[in-house]
């Protein structure tokens, strides 16, 4: 649900929006993502080393893909706060973070202070790292548009780190990251 709130902070970034896919055995994600009305094209990639959504595999592959782009944006989820400070940091840029609006594509709204005040940050970076606050921006319509899908070659498995195991907490309350109001007491 996350990308799709990403992909709406992209368009009001860009119009000629497109959304990089990288998975294994997503074809069916591939399909969906380019019936997305704001999305242009869908650069699809696939390998059996991107299954487990490890972001030293990912990284590269981003940081090679985005020669020919200006941005590259992530939710602020617990995935994209571990893979776009390595995207930056193999760019050589710095990551504009969290942010909660777009004011025009240099300038972005991004809270300090938890949350207690809001800083307006404008990158003088050629091309821009950006994480957004998924519950800033409304989701984007997922259905109307027909985008091309482009497949893209795979970069080599990074041999360093290696996938062990996954657990996952199943819990009945919401999760804190969907919520558009949270009270505490």
């Not at 119009?15 to 009305?37: M, Y």
């Not at 997922?142 to 080599?156: H, W, Y």
């Amino acid at each position: 649900p996350f990308t799709l709130n990403a992909i709406t902070a992209g368009s009001q970034i860009d119009t000629d929006l497109h959304v990089l896919l990288i998975g294994n055995n997503c074809n069916e994600v591939a399909k969906s993502l380019s019936e997305i009305p704001l999305v242009k094209k869908v650069l699809h990639v696939e390998a059996s080393h991107y299954e487990n959504y490890l972001a030293e595999n990912f990284a590269p592959l981003i940081t090679k893909v985005s020669e020919n782009y200006s941005h590259i944006v992530s939710s602020a989820n617990t995935f994209g706060k571990n893979l776009m400070p390595r995207v930056a940091a193999l760019l050589d840029i710095s990551q504009v973070s969290d942010i909660i609006k777009v004011i025009s594509p240099d300038t972005f709204l991004r809270p300090i202070y938890a949350g207690n005040a809001f800083a307006t940050i404008k990158s003088n970076d050629a091309k821009k790292c950006i994480t957004i606050r998924p519950t800033s921006f409304d989701p984007c319509e997922s259905s109307g548009g027909s985008a091309t899908i482009e497949k893209v070659d795979a970069s080599e498995e990074f041999l360093n780190t290696k996938f062990i195991k996954r657990e996952e907490i199943k819990s009945d309350r919401p999760e804190l990251g969907t919520a558009r109001i949270v009270v505490s007491g």
